[in-house]
């Protein structure tokens, strides 16, 4: 939302936001994008409307992962794709304790592996279902400890805090 939505609009796309919170849709409008509130529910998308659906952060929050998947498969076009990212459950803070923050239930229903998110998409009749991950990590911080967590994210000794996929909807030749 937001910088995502500005450049999308700016590029000439037909761009609208679904988010549950009000203060995020009112944000964005207040950006001059078209923006609407969806309730905790799989959003009301006709099928075969649109070429991209963005899914920032969302899936970890969803109570019924196959439903919302289907109904996103359903309202792409053939050939069209879905951007997600989520969390990684094999992220270092997620396997050296058992206090999560915000980051565990109620917030977080869902966790994904690189594998469990390919076979979730793939299960949900995705075609092709590509992982990326950033090849280079900024430290958060100038510190020595950041500095060498970014280095062992970037030699693939540690795995990065974010998972990131691009999932295509089949052809109308491969339905």
């Not at 609407?36 to 075969?48: A, Y």
């Not at 309202?75 to 050296?96: D, E, I, K, V």
Request: proline letters at 6%; a neutral charge.
């Amino acid at each position: 939302m937001g910088a995502f939505g500005l450049i999308a609009q700016r590029r000439g796309w037909d761009y609208e936001d679904l988010d549950i919170s009000e203060v995020a849709v009112q944000f964005a409008q207040a950006l001059g994008l078209r923006a609407r509130v969806i309730q905790d529910r799989v959003p009301d998308i006709p099928e075969s409307s649109v070429d991209l659906i963005v899914m920032w952060e969302v899936i970890e929050h969803i109570w019924n992962v196959s439903e919302y998947l289907t109904t996103i498969r359903v309202a792409l076009r053939p050939n069209g794709m879905l951007l997600l990212s989520t969390p990684n459950y094999f992220r270092s803070c997620y396997q050296t304790t058992d206090e999560w923050g915000t980051s565990g239930p109620p917030v977080h229903l869902q966790f994904f592996t690189p594998e469990s998110l390919k076979a979730t998409l793939s299960l949900a009749g995705f075609r092709t279902v590509h992982l990326h991950r950033r090849r280079v990590w900024r430290p958060s911080r100038l510190s020595f400890g950041e500095v060498i967590r970014s280095a062992r994210m970037a030699a693939g000794l540690e795995a990065p805090p974010t998972l990131y996929a691009f999932a295509t909807v089949p052809s109308l030749r491969e339905r």
